[in-house]
């Protein structure tokens, strides 16, 4: 997301693509889904919200709403194991919103996701995840970095 030019991109095949959709409301979840919910919202002419983490789960602070029944579509960078949108999915559900798709940049899922709404991604790769006893990184004794973490 270093380069707008290219998430401006990115985010228009996800409103492109939900734009018959009907969606009233664009919500992603923080860090990867602020900057997403904000241009795909922008796109499709419609407000853009982010849930916070708040303990274990996720919830609209800073004044977001969503009114019952609003079609909200989330969005998001990655999607591994689904469990980002998971937690907006039940933050929007908590505030009586209507989940009406999920959009993300990269599904890098192992098996593929399946959300029970329509789901789109601009790009589709498998990433293998292990348990740590079965990961060759570790069995290798090869330090595992974490991107922007320490």
Do not use: W
């Not at 996800?14 to 664009?26: E, N, R, T, Y």
């Amino acid at each position: 997301m270093q380069y707008p030019a290219y998430t401006e991109q990115l985010c228009g095949m996800i409103a492109a693509h939900f734009q018959p959709q009907d969606i009233q409301l664009v919500a992603g979840p923080t860090t990867g889904g602020v900057i997403l919910a904000f241009e795909v919202a922008r796109q499709l002419g419609v407000r853009g919200i982010f849930a916070e983490r708040e303990g274990d789960i996720r919830s609209f602070r800073r004044g977001f709403n969503i009114s019952p029944g609003e079609r909200t579509l989330i969005v998001d960078d990655i999607a591994t194991t689904g469990k980002s949108v998971d937690e907006v999915t039940a933050a929007v559900t908590r505030q009586g919103g209507t989940v009406a798709g999920i959009g993300v940049l990269v599904d890098r899922s192992e098996k593929g996701l399946e959300f029970g709404v329509p789901f789109f991604s601009c790009l589709r790769t498998v990433t293998p995840t292990y348990r740590p006893e079965d990961c060759p990184l570790c069995k290798a004794k090869i330090p595992l970095t974490r991107p922007g973490g320490s």
